[in-house]
């Protein structure tokens, strides 16, 4: 933005640096509060086991599980989250094909052909 005289005004620069500065601090401050009191790690285990499990399955197991964590797939990657605001973990498990449904406080996984 341009002051009366036709120069850049150094305010709206200063602001536009103290923004961005203060959005990356708080993604800091986030990523670490979740390491902090281990929720990010609890995710990444959860999503490591549930993958070991499925590989080790044979096809037509059904899997039941009783979690407060959501258990979602995309693609091939199982994804943990606390909440359904949560980004969550997302670990690649491309070894089985498996459904997973949650139904009431259950989320089941149901282990198919495999995909290799």
């Not at 993604?27 to 929720?39: C, Q, T």
């Not at 969550?88 to 070894?95: H, K, P, Q, V």
Request: proline fraction near 1%; hydrophobic fraction near 40%.
């Amino acid at each position: 933005m341009k002051n009366k005289r036709g120069g850049d005004n150094p305010l709206w620069k200063t602001l536009l640096a103290i923004i961005v500065g203060l959005g990356f601090l708080v993604g800091i401050v986030v990523y670490l509060m979740s390491m902090g009191n281990g929720e990010l790690v609890i995710k990444e285990i959860t999503a490591k086991q549930l993958c070991v499990i499925i590989t080790g399955a044979e096809n037509g197991t059904v899997v039941n599980i009783t979690s407060k964590l959501i258990i979602e797939k995309n693609g091939q990657d199982i994804i943990v989250k606390k909440s359904a605001v949560d980004f969550g973990y997302a670990y690649s498990c491309n070894t089985k094909n498996f459904e997973i449904k949650k139904e009431d406080a259950n989320t089941i996984i149901k282990i198919g052909e495999s995909n290799v």
